[in-house]
């Protein structure tokens, strides 16, 4: 384990370093590197397809989430950041970049690639309607009660001009007690219903779990319009 002393000196080095606009500089241009972002990307990609590093992150960010005063820590900055319009806005375009970037590779190979079972979120072509209970007055308690941010302990996003999602966490779109409901952003209900579709599953009944908005599975489906059956 590396020593306080280590630690503070490189820290001061690290300082020292990036105080020096031509060395930023560089360090941003080689970052933003098409080849930098690949080897980003495929150190990430290793790291999550390995099942017990991706659950030693997920535990421990299930104890930052239940301690409560690193949880009204991590909450408050994010609220503190985003009340600024420039953070806002610089926030914005990063996503919007992001957005069109992919979108703008709408090529034949690209549809191929990502087309039927090939596409992450791909449920074997069946499309299951929603009940009439999930409606938007259910919807708005769900996003009151978790206070308008995306509830991933790693996102933390709070709404901006746009309702966050709402998500069945045990993906039964019949299943509209609000115990298996959360809110998520775009992108992190993207991810909650792609391929480790049961991994985000668990995690978020977890969560709820810990957050005391239930003790064990919810199993309560609807069995007609408004109606729960416990």
Known sequence: MVSIETRHKLSVAKKRNWSDPKYRENQLLAIRSSECREKKRGVMKKRYEDFENRNKTSEGWKRVWAN???REKI?????????????RKKHGDALRNSIKFQTSRKSTEFREKFSGSNNPHWNGGIHVPYGPAFNRDLRMIVRKRDDYLCQNPKCYLPENGKAHDVHHIDLNKKNNNPVNLIVLCRKCHAGASGKDREYWTEYYQDLQDMRGISNGRCTQEEDGPGTIRH
């Not at 909450?75 to 953070?87: A, M, Q, T």
């Open 68 to 70: 409560p005063e690193m």
């Open 75 to 87: 909450i408050g900055s994010k609220l503190e950041y985003f009340s600024i319009p420039e953070n």
